[in-house]
């Protein structure tokens, strides 16, 4: 877990996460990037990878560059004020999938991916705000961030940048962040990175961001997937004298009054949660494993005795398992459904979702095991090799 210094991590949890940011100086001190400079330029030239170049030619003057990009752009790039943006690393890099480890202070199920970046000397992708929390690791060089809380607003944007550059930005803290340094940064507040070397290198920890209207449409898509919530509409006492086309404030409050008999049932609320925050965006749901067909498929006993010789096993990266506790009952997620857990054991599905990997000791009461054969087949477990 990252090493908090000034204040613990309590103090942390209470008065800073999303409220406003933390420079942890030396948080990580031994890290060290599992990935160089090279490797990251070489991913940025697959198809099934998503990545961006910014290229800053002056103050307000943006060039975006989407991926995949041929060998030939990283010739013709200036050798300053240019970046390289690299999406869902944890996904395609094990060792950087296993960083997350050391947020585990935050529930998993919050975490939307891990991007990393190189920046050449003066490479930045211009001052800007988002909507979700992230934390920035300085894995080698230096950078130098200048935050803001001020002009935070759509309206505060610089026109014709196919980037969203905040125009005015009053810097109220300026800061250098150096190799295993995390800076934590809020939603809604401005910040501006800016590459002080020629080896510069941040990792971006980001976490998911819900819109209410999101919620509210996959609460209204898992009630109607679960042929859930079918009480009626009652209508009010009708006055002797109305007016036949006025929907009336009494109508509008029995429609308030049923919507809201649905948002106090706690087991309802529960149980729809869990799907909406382990579903997997279009991205992830690309990238999610091919199952084992039937000639690949061994027999269930064959299975099983390779649970007792296996150096354990461990989760695709791109699967979200997260467990809930629903009327005495543990329900499990994954990818958004309600998993049947085929008699696993509780304990069971509060590891499986916890930890990236499951040990040999983890492996072995046979009531777990037609789960584990299961999300084998589909190969969102797979052997340790």
């Given at each position: 877990m990252i090493q908090f210094s000034a204040v613990s991590k309590a103090q942390f949890l209470n008065d800073y996460w999303q409220q406003k940011p933390l420079l942890i100086r030396n948080a990580?001190?031994?890290?060290?990037?599992?990935?160089?400079?090279?490797?990251?330029?070489?991913?940025?030239?697959?198809?099934?990878?998503?990545?961006?170049?910014?290229?800053?030619?002056?103050?307000?003057?943006?060039?975006?560059?989407?991926?995949?990009?041929?060998?030939?752009?990283?010739?013709?790039?200036?050798?300053?004020?240019?970046?390289?943006?690299?999406?869902?690393?944890?996904?395609?890099?094990?060792?950087?999938?296993?960083?997350?480890?050391?947020?585990?202070?935050?529930?998993?199920?919050?975490?939307?991916?891990?991007?990393?970046?190189?920046?050449?000397?003066?490479?930045?992708?211009?001052?800007?705000?988002?909507?979700?929390?992230?934390?920035?690791?300085?894995?080698?060089?230096?950078?130098?961030?200048?935050?803001?809380?001020?002009?935070?607003?759509?309206?505060?944007?610089?026109?014709?940048?196919?980037?969203?550059?905040?125009?005015?930005?009053?810097?109220?803290?300026?800061?250098?962040?150096?190799?295993?340094?995390?800076?934590?940064?809020?939603?809604?507040?401005?910040?501006?990175?800016?590459?002080?070397?020629?080896?510069?290198?941040?990792?971006?920890?980001?976490?998911?961001?819900?819109?209410?209207?999101?919620?509210?449409?996959?609460?209204?898509?898992?009630?109607?997937?679960?042929?859930?919530?079918?009480?009626?509409?009652?209508?009010?006492?009708?006055?002797?004298?109305?007016?036949?086309?006025?929907?009336?404030?009494?109508?509008?409050?029995?429609?308030?009054?049923?919507?809201?008999?649905?948002?106090?049932?706690?087991?309802?609320?529960?149980?729809?949660?869990?799907?909406?925050?382990?579903?997997?965006?279009?991205?992830?749901?690309?990238?999610?494993?091919?199952?084992?067909?039937?000639?690949?498929?061994?027999?269930?006993?064959?299975?099983?005795?390779?649970?007792?010789?296996?150096?354990?096993?461990?989760?695709?990266?791109?699967?979200?398992?997260?467990?809930?506790?629903?009327?005495?009952?543990?329900?499990?997620y994954i990818n958004g459904a309600i998993w049947d857990k085929q008699g696993a054991e509780d304990d069971f599905i509060a590891a499986l979702c916890n930890q990236n990997e499951l040990s040999?000791?983890?492996?072995?009461?046979?009531?777990?095991?037609?789960?584990?054969?299961?999300?084998?087949?589909?190969?969102?477990?797979?052997?340790?090799?």
């Amino acid at each position: 877990m990252i090493q908090f210094s000034a204040v613990s991590k309590a103090q942390f949890l209470n008065d800073y996460w999303q409220q406003k940011p933390l420079l942890i100086r030396n948080a990580l001190p031994d890290f060290v990037p599992p990935i160089s400079a090279e490797e990251l330029a070489g991913l940025s030239l697959e198809e099934e990878v998503e990545s961006r170049i910014v290229i800053q030619h002056s103050d307000t003057d943006y060039e975006l560059k989407k991926g995949p990009f041929p060998e030939s752009v990283y010739q013709e790039l200036p050798e300053e004020n240019w970046t390289l943006l690299v999406q869902g690393m944890d996904r395609l890099i094990p060792e950087i999938n296993s960083l997350l480890n050391e947020f585990n202070f935050i529930p998993r199920w919050r975490i939307d991916d891990i991007m990393v970046s190189y920046a050449a000397v003066g490479g930045n992708v211009g001052p800007h705000y988002d909507h979700y929390d992230v934390f920035l690791l300085q894995a080698q060089g230096e950078r130098r961030w200048q935050l803001s809380s001020q002009h935070c607003t759509a309206e505060n944007h610089i026109e014709g940048v196919d980037l969203r550059l905040m125009k005015t930005f009053i810097v109220e803290d300026d800061m250098v962040c150096q190799p295993g340094d995390i800076l934590y940064i809020p939603p809604k507040w401005g910040h501006h990175g800016i590459g002080l070397t020629d080896d510069c290198m941040t990792f971006s920890i980001g976490y998911r961001s819900y819109q209410g209207q999101e919620l509210w449409d996959s609460l209204g898509d898992h009630l109607s997937e679960m042929s859930a919530f079918q009480a009626s509409y009652q209508d009010p006492t009708w006055s002797d004298n109305l007016n036949p086309g006025e929907i009336t404030d009494k109508a509008v409050t029995q429609a308030q009054a049923l919507l809201l008999s649905a948002l106090q049932d706690k087991s309802l609320l529960k149980t729809w949660f869990g799907r909406f925050a382990t579903q997997l965006d279009a991205e992830a749901s690309r990238q999610l494993p091919e199952p084992l067909t039937e000639d690949e498929t061994p027999e269930f006993e064959a299975f099983c005795q390779a649970l007792t010789e296996c150096d354990g096993m461990e989760k695709d990266p791109v699967c979200r398992f997260a467990f809930a506790q629903v009327a005495n009952e543990t329900l499990l997620y994954i990818n958004g459904a309600i998993w049947d857990k085929q008699g696993a054991e509780d304990d069971f599905i509060a590891a499986l979702c916890n930890q990236n990997e499951l040990s040999p000791n983890d492996l072995q009461r046979s009531a777990n095991h037609a789960l584990l054969f299961d999300l084998w087949q589909l190969q969102f477990l797979v052997f340790i090799e």
